[in-house]
C-alpha cells in the first residue's frame, strides 16, 4: 500500500499514537523532577478516586463482560474479567499497597572518588516512558499504572479490547488523581482506540519517545512484541520450572515442596512443570510424591524408570518436558544423578525458577552455583517466584532475559541511573 | 524471493551464522562456570601469542593497508586501521590490564532474608552471549574478545571488512590462548566472511542463542542496528555534550575546562559541542574563553547575543545545535540562565554528558539533579566521560540507552544476575 492509498485512519492513527509519545516524554521529564511525596499523594487519591467510582466502573465491567458472552469467551477468561465490589476494592488497596512501599528514585547506588579528586555517584532515576501491552485482566490498568508512577516513569497502557470500559474507568480514577495534585495527565495514558494496529506504533517506539516495552500476557503477545519491537523489551516467555528431588532429600519436605510448587496455582509461571527425581531414592519417595500430587487431582507424565515404579502413570513425550502446562500436570523423569538432572534442565528450562530438594549441601551449591536461571531455590517451593515473596512488594512480572532486570520486576528494576560527577576544575591529561 | 530460487550460498551463510551461535551458547555455558584464574590464564596468554605473533599480525595488517590504499580510504581512516610494533605491543598491554581488573563476577550484589526464613541473594553472573559489531580499528578484536572474556561471556565479533586479515590476524592469538587453557575456542569467534549479510544474521539473534549486542562505530552503523536488531542492543548514539559556563563560574576554570572539553582530542564522544554561557559573565568571560580556544585552532559559531560581544564569530544556525561535529567547531549560545540552559541542553542534548562550571552551589545541584544525561559533572571537564577515567578499567563503549547500562560500558556492565534462595522446606501458603 503506497502513501496515496493508504486509508486516512492509518495516518491519524500514527498521528495520535506519536502524540501519546510526545506526551509522555514531556510528562516523565516532570515526574522525573517532582518528589516523591507528591507521587505517593496521586497514588493514596487514586485509590479513594477508585472506591468513589466504583460504580461506574461495575457498570463499564457490564459492558465488557455483555460483549464477552456475546462472544462466549473461555469462563477462565471471563472470570478474568469480571470485576465486582471485592475486586474494586482489592484494587484500591494495591494502590494503597504500592504508594507504601519505599521511593525506589534518588538512592546513591555507588559513590567513590577518583585520585585526582572527582568524586563520582550513581544515582537512581527513572526509566523514562515505559509501555505496557497487557491482555484481559483489568486490574493491571491500575496495578501497571501505579508502578510506573511510583518509580517516577511515565508510562502508555495498551489493554485487551475485551477489558476495554473495564481499564478506561480504572484509568479515569488515575488522571483524576494526577489532575488532583497538578501532575501532567499524560503521566498515565492509555491507547485511545482498541485498533491492533496501535500496537504496531507502540512497538515502535514511538519516534523514540518509549524507552521500554513491557508486554503482560500469554506466549502470542510476547512471541509478537519480541518480534516487532524497536525498543528494548523486559518481558518474560515461559516458565518451565523444574523440581529436582537429590538423593539426600528429607522425604516429607520433598512431598510436600513438590505439592506445593505443583498444586498450589496451577496456572502461575512460578508452578513447577517437571519433577526429577534420583533413581536412589525414587523406589520409596516417588510412590509419595505421587500419592499426594494424585490426591490433589494431578495427572502424571511419566518416562519408562518412573512408569515401572508408578505402573498407573501416563506415558511421557519429548514435547511434554519443553511444555509449560499451566494446569495440574506434572512431567516426571528418575535420573541418575544430579549430573544428569542438571543436563535435562540446561536442555528443556526456560531460565524462569528451578528448585533442589536435598539434606546435602553439596549437592545444593551445585545446583545453585552451576545452572543459570534467574531463580534457583534450595528447599523450597517454585511457587515463591514472585516479586510479594521476595518482599520487593508489587511485581509488573518475572523476566526471563538477562538484560537490565531478571526474575521479579518490581519498582526498583523500572528504573535507571545516572552518574554525578562533582570536580574541582579537573582538566582530563 | 521464495526457497525455491534463493542461492546456496545465502542459505548456507544462515547454517554457518547459526552454528556460531549454538557453538556461542555452548561455550558461555562453560565460561560461567570456569574459574577467574583460568579466565586470567587466558588473557595473560593472550597478551603473550599477539607479542609471538607480531610478524604475522603486521604481515597480515600489510595486506588490509594494500587494499585500503587501492580504494584510496581516508588518511584518518588508513591511520585508525594501521598497526606497527608500538601499536601490537599496546593491544598485548590492554589485554594485560584487562587481565589485572577485579572479577566481576559471583559478587553477592544484596542479601536479605524473609520473615519465612527464606534467604535471598542476588549474585553477579555473565550476560551470556554478546555479539560486538565494530568497524575499521583492529585493536577492537582484541579489547572486545578481552572484556567479554573477563567477564564470562561468550562472543562473536564481527568487524569491519577493512581491518579483515589483521582482525583474523589478533583473532588467532587469542584462540591459541583459549586452546592452551583447555577452553573452549568458541568462546570468541569471529564471523568468517566480511560478507555484509553476515550481520543481518547476527542482528537476528542466531535462533535465540546471542543475548545482546554492542556496535561500536559511526552512526550508520548504529542506525542500522537499532533498526534490524531483534536482541537487546547496548550501544551509544550521538554524544553532542554540552559546557555550560554559569554566572558565578571562576573564570580560569571556566576558560580552562572549556578548552580541554572541547580540544583535548575532538574526535571523541565525550568532546563538547556546544557552550552556553550566561548573559551575566558573557562580555568578560567568553572573550577570554574564546580567545583561548581560538588560539588552540578552534572554530566558533555563535549566536546574536555571543556575536556582538565577538564579532568575528561564525554565525550558528538550527543544525549547529543538533550537530555533533567531532572537529575543533563549537556552537555557542549567550543564555539568560540556568532555566535557559537546562531547556536548551533538554532540547538539543543527546543526553551523554554535560557540565556546569560555577562556584554557586545552589545553582550546580540543580544542573546535576535537574538533568537527566547518562554524565552530569560540575566544575569538571566532559573528556572524563570515559570508563579508564571513571576507574572502571577498559570500556566497550559509552551507553546512551537508559536499560541495563548507562554511561561508560565495562566488564561489570557486560553482567547480568541471577537469585539464590535458601530454604529449609518452605511452601507457599
Redesign the interface.
Known sequence: MNANTRPVTADSLADSMHALGRAARAAA?VL??CSAAQRDQVLADAAAALRARRADILEANALDLEAADRNAIAPAMRDRLLLDEARVEAIAVALEQIRALPDPLGHVLAD?T?PNG?R?QRVR?P??VIGIIYESRPNVTADAGALCLKSGNAVILRGGSESWHSSRAIHEALVAALRANDLPEAAIQMVPTPDRAAVGHLLSGLGGTV??IVPRGGKNLIARV??DA?V???GHLEGLCHVYVHAAA?PE?AR??V???KM?RTGICGAAETLLIDAACAPTLLPQIAARLQGGGCELRGDDQARALMPGMGVVSEEDWRTEYLDAVLSVRVVAGIDEALAHI?EYGSGHTESIITADAAA?ERF???L??????????T??A?GG???MGAEIGIAT????A??PVGVEQLT?????????????P
Do not use: C
Open positions: 521529564g522525573a523532577r567513590w577518583r572527582l563520582i532515576v526509566l523514562g524507552d521500554v519480541q518480534q524497536r528494548p523489551v523486559i528429607e519436605m510436600e515442596v505439592f506445593n510448587a498450589r540446561r545444593a545453585l552455583g552451576e543459570d536461571s534467574a531463580i534457583l531455590l534450595h528447599n523450597a517451593s511457587q515463591f514472585d515473596e521476595f518482599g532475559g538477562r538484560i537490565h531478571r526474575g535507571s541511573f545516572k552518574y554525578v560527577v562533582r570536580g574541582s576544575g579537573q582538566t582530563r
